[in-house]
């Protein structure tokens, strides 16, 4: 069973650009989750994605975007860039409605963001 | 969304049991107790789930009053890879979940 996996492991870009961030789900699960965590504090859930369709968003901007394939990997899109945008980018996998309780986030070892 | 309150920081030494306890006085009815553990840059990593009195597994137990509105994780015999930050988060069964991470508690454990 693969867990899941995120790349870049480390990208630095500049205040206005773009970056895209990839994740690949563990093997079975169909939600995929986002979450940005600054220095110190915890992950900030962005939002997720079930089948392909955003399932619920936090207090981002439209700025972040997101996109579910078929596959049910997915991708993290940040426009305009912000100093304050630098953190660790989280991905998580899970099967929501497998037995009772909330479906177990699976996450990923992260992709470290500096915008200079 | 319940929002949980925990220690910010905790100190422990090797063999001691560690307890954490979280308050999540708005607890709703349908909602769930999960906690996870992260180390420094890495992602966190599940821990235990529970609805009321106690859960065990291999790594913890949880221990859950007949309110609800408090949980207690705890970890036997703790060791120097124990440390790490421990968050709480209360949220509802099903698909529609959004789980909130507070800035959990730091655990240290000393030698």
């Known amino acids: 069973e693969t867990g899941v996996t995120q790349s870049p492991t480390h990208l630095i870009k500049t205040r206005g650009q773009q970056v895209t961030l990839r994740c690949s789900s563990q093997?079975?699960?169909?939600?995929v989750s986002w979450y940005q965590q600054a220095l110190g504090q915890g992950p900030q859930f962005i939002f997720q994605y079930y089948r392909e369709e955003e399932n619920g968003r936090g207090n981002f901007p439209p700025r972040f975007s997101g996109l579910q394939f078929p596959n049910y990997s997915s991708e993290l899109n940040v426009n305009a860039l912000e100093l304050d945008d630098s953190a660790l980018y989280l991905c998580?996998?899970?099967?929501?409605?497998?037995?009772?309780?909330?479906?177990?986030?699976?996450f990923g070892p992260g992709t470290r963001l500096t915008v200079l | 969304l319940a929002k949980t309150t925990q220690p910010i920081s905790m100190d422990s030494y090797e063999g001691q049991e560690v307890n954490i306890t979280c308050s999540h006085n708005?607890?709703?009815?349908?909602?769930?107790i999960t906690w996870y553990q992260q180390f420094p840059s890495q992602g966190p990593r599940f821990i235990i789930q529970g609805y009321k009195t106690k859960v065990t597994n291999e790594v913890a137990s949880l221990f859950i009053p007949a309110d609800r509105k408090s949980s207690t994780l705890s970890l036997p015999r703790v060791s120097l890879s124990d440390t790490a930050v421990y968050y709480c988060l209360v949220g509802l069964s099903g698909g529609s979940y959004i789980p909130t991470f507070g800035r959990g508690t730091s655990l240290i454990v000393h030698p």
């Open positions: 708005n607890i709703a009815t349908n909602d769930y």
């Open positions: 998580a996998s899970s099967f929501p409605g497998q037995g009772q309780g909330i479906a177990t986030q699976y």
């Open positions: 093997s079975g699960h169909n939600t």
